[in-house]
């Protein structure tokens, strides 16, 4: 069975640039979480999406942005990038609301200069 | 809101030694879930272990095993019989319990774990 899939894995853009970072849970799961890793903020969340509806948010500008498509896959996209954005970016998987093992990709690491 | 803290930001051990990493939790929930990640230089955030707060008995997983003290809010993890592979960041987690609605994570900042030959 496949895991997480992020794409791409690395990222370089330019401040004022927007860039889209993929996630594809895995197959069966319908709930698809992010989180933004930062060596000074630690892991914080940022959405998560349920059957193609944003059920939460966390304390995120509206640069912040995400979708879910029918087949699960998720994408967030930040527009406007600042040299703060730069991160690792984890998409995390889960089966169902009642479900809370929640299992990783290998993240996106977005470079913003 | 709920707050998680790991007050130990680097430790190393010998191989074949116990080590003991603390994490205490804030919250004002009574029903929720805590958890131990394992982020190896791969970047991959892999479950060590999870604990449900109702339950009183200490959560165990093989090497790794959990004391926790749902009273004083603290969350430990001990990793018995440490392998050279244990070398990773390890991070507290806390989840409250939803039978509805969006499942978050709250996370510490992370133990980094060095296990030496």
């Known amino acids: 069975k496949a895991g997480v899939t992020q794409t791409p894995r690395y990222l370089i853009k330019t401040r004022g640039q927007q860039v889209t970072l993929s996630c594809s849970p895995i197959?069966?799961?319908?709930?698809v979480s992010w989180y933004q890793q930062t060596p000074g903020q630690g892991l914080q969340f940022l959405f998560e999406?349920?059957?193609?509806?944003?059920?939460n948010k966390g304390n995120f500008p509206g640069r912040f942005s995400g979708r879910q498509f029918s087949n699960s896959r998720s994408e967030m996209n930040v527009s406007t990038l600042e040299l703060g954005d730069s991160a690792l970016y984890l998409c995390a998987s889960s089966l169902a609301v009642l479900n809370t093992e929640a299992f990783f990709g290998q993240g996106t690491r977005l470079t913003v200069v | 809101a709920q707050t998680v803290t790991q007050s130990q930001p680097e430790m190393s051990v010998q191989e074949a030694e116990t080590v003991t990493l603390s994490c205490t939790y804030d919250?004002?929930?009574?029903?929720?879930?805590l958890f131990w990640y394992k982020q190896p230089p791969s970047r991959q955030m892999i479950l060590v272990i999870r604990q449900e707060a109702y339950k009183q008995q200490n959560a165990t997983e093989n090497r790794f095993s959990v004391n926790f003290q749902k009273a004083a809010k603290s969350f430990s993890l001990k990793i018995s019989d440490s392998q050279l592979g244990d070398t990773a960041m390890y991070f507290c987690?806390?989840?409250?319990?939803?039978?509805?609605?969006?499942?978050?994570?709250?996370f510490g900042q992370g133990t980094r774990l060095t296990i030496n030959p």
């Open positions: 197959s069966g799961h319908r709930s």
């Open positions: 999406y349920f059957s193609e509806t944003q059920r």
């Open positions: 987690a806390f989840m409250k319990h939803v039978t509805q609605g969006a499942q978050k994570l709250v």
């Open positions: 919250t004002s929930e009574n029903n929720y879930y």
